[in-house]
């Protein structure tokens, strides 16, 4: 008969729960339907969307990493926990409700950083709580499935409905703007929904009796915690660690589908390919906590460690391989469009200056088609593209009395441009790279699966097993610095990096440099942590 205790609580339970609600908001909001559907708004409104947000995610984890120590150094005062939780949960549901509701790329950004430092905020509570909900010798196979059941339940369920009303918005009679708002909207639904059992049955049993000065005697405590930290090597050379993988780990999440987009790679098979991510993701969260039980969390982190570096050399070569024949394609096709607006230009408008709008207003098309370019559908998504910066320009020539020349310059560079575009032989160097770099995509997709879940239930238990449980909301809080400071500095290293040098590809290059930095603060202090995870928690120096 199995033993009653290896079942979990009704509060474990309940904490678990909570990951299956809000791995929606990580799939969706995060890592693939919105970042692929800004990319697409933001590059039909002139700017580069992979850039932007990366920026966005920057500001919204700063934001989030300056606040953490404060708001940890609070929640450990009895009764702060669950009411803070419950507060930023609140939000980070309007906000990503509000995402839903307005167009304007500017408008999305502000939702999603709103949202997204929210929902960091409400899990530096929700990670807290797991020395409230169980044991430290429970700690590891708790957390693994917390990570486990939210990939199989709110990073596919959601997910699955949410690729199905984009796929078929067209049979079912709304657009695929419409589709999109629609599995939002889902997901703040299912977000809150499973939300419940944790606001119900997850209690703060862990806590400093509230002082007269809350906020005084918080900021005092915030020192105290850091030269707590500082006093345990264990403790503190993995929160060095943590710091740089994390960030790794969190940049590849983010910027995945967006580098995708920006490479050209079809988009829904970059969501399937996420897709197989969460099913993977699901066994081997759960194998990894039970490695762990053998070998121990601080090798099995090491592993994934060591699996990201692999992952992030093939990103590159999968860009860098495809980068090539796509800006050859591109430079080819901007110079005959260039010739072919030039020689319309001439011929339908009087004045040097309509002949030069008229010629830049391709050239503009062709910039916000580089992405489009790469895909087998490239004559019909440019010819879209043309009609929608040519509505945007047609007034000016009007307002010069031009507008019917204008008509039949723009229909004389689209039907030239079909014609360029649908030339197979001409773009099959280019579709190559492209077949082999979406093949590698899904390749990358199955193996970030394998480490994804695992490094980060085992970075979450192995800490809590070493911070006294009373301040765990308050150790936690530094925990969620390392970690969401750490998350500024990837997206902005891949932002600048790519911005810099031309190639999305050298911005997932530059990750590396955080995975191998983390790993050699792990192996400096592997016998310490080693130590402390043995016994259980550590003791200042």
Request: hydrophobic content about 50%; some cysteine.
């Amino acid at each position: 008969m199995k033993d009653p205790s290896n079942r979990f609580t009704k509060a474990e339970r309940s904490w678990i729960l909570y990951d299956w609600a809000n791995s929606a908001h990580t799939t969706v909001i995060v890592a693939a339907i919105l970042p692929i559907y800004f990319a697409a708004v933001a590059g039909g409104q002139g700017v580069n969307g992979d850039i932007w947000w990366g920026y966005g995610t920057s500001l919204a984890t700063f934001a989030a990493a300056l606040l953490a120590p404060l708001l940890g150094s609070v929640g450990d005062y009895q009764g702060m926990k669950k009411r803070l939780f419950t507060i930023f949960l609140g939000i980070a549901l309007f906000a990503t409700l509000l995402i839903a509701l307005v167009d304007d790329w500017r408008l999305m950004l502000v939702g999603y950083v709103l949202s997204y430092f929210s929902y960091t905020v409400t899990n530096l509570f929700y990670d807290s709580f797991l020395t409230d909900v169980t044991t430290p010798d429970r700690m590891d196979r708790v957390s693994t499935y917390g990570y486990g059941f939210g990939y199989i339940g709110g990073s596919t369920i959601p997910f699955i409905v949410a690729i199905a009303m984009i796929q078929l918005h067209g049979s079912i009679g709304i657009t695929n703007s419409m589709a999109v708002k629609l599995s939002i909207l889902l997901t703040v639904a299912w977000w809150f929904l499973f939300s419940l059992p944790m606001i119900r049955n997850v209690h703060q049993v862990h806590f400093d009796p509230k002082p007269a000065h809350v906020m005084q005697n918080s900021f005092s405590r915030i020192a105290r915690t850091f030269l707590g930290i500082m006093s345990r090597r264990a403790m503190f050379l993995f929160m060095l660690a943590y710091f740089f993988y994390i960030d790794g780990v969190n940049t590849v999440i983010h910027m995945a589908t967006s580098y995708g987009a920006v490479l050209g790679l079809d988009t829904t098979g970059m969501i399937l390919a996420l897709l197989v991510t969460q099913l993977v993701a699901f066994p081997f969260a759960i194998l990894f906590g039970r490695l762990a039980r053998v070998v121990g969390a601080v090798r099995m982190i090491s592993i994934a460690i060591a699996v990201y570096t692999v992952i992030c050399l093939l990103g590159f070569y999968m860009g860098h391989s495809l980068e090539t024949p796509q800006g050859q394609y591109i430079e080819g096709f901007r110079n005959h469009i260039q010739a072919k607006a030039a020689i319309v230009g001439v011929a339908r408008f009087e004045s040097e200056a309509s002949q030069q709008a008229f010629t830049q207003m391709v050239d503009d098309t062709v910039t916000r088609s580089v992405g489009p370019l790469s895909s087998n559908k490239r004559a019909d998504l440019f010819a879209d593209r043309l009609d929608e910066r040519g509505a945007e320009a047609r007034p000016a020539f009007a307002d010069r009395n031009e507008g019917d020349a204008f008509d039949k310059a723009l229909e004389a560079v689209r039907a030239d441009a079909s014609a360029y575009l649908a030339d197979t032989a001409r773009a099959a160097p280019l579709d190559r790279a492209v077949a082999f770099s979406t093949t590698l995509f899904w390749i990358l997709a199955a193996l970030v699966g394998t480490c994804q879940g695992g490094i980060q239930a085992l970075s979450r238990s192995f800490f809590g097993k070493l911070v006294p449980p009373e301040k765990s909301n308050e150790y936690f809080g530094f925990f969620d610095i390392f970690g969401k400071f750490a998350a500024v500095l990837g997206p902005a290293l891949y932002g600048v990096i790519a911005g810099l040098t031309g190639r999305s590809s050298y911005g997932i290059l530059s990750v590396i440099a955080l995975f191998l930095i983390g790993g050699v603060f792990m192996f400096l202090g592997r016998k310490d942590m080693v130590e402390a995870e043995r016994r259980g928690r550590e003791q200042p120096a």
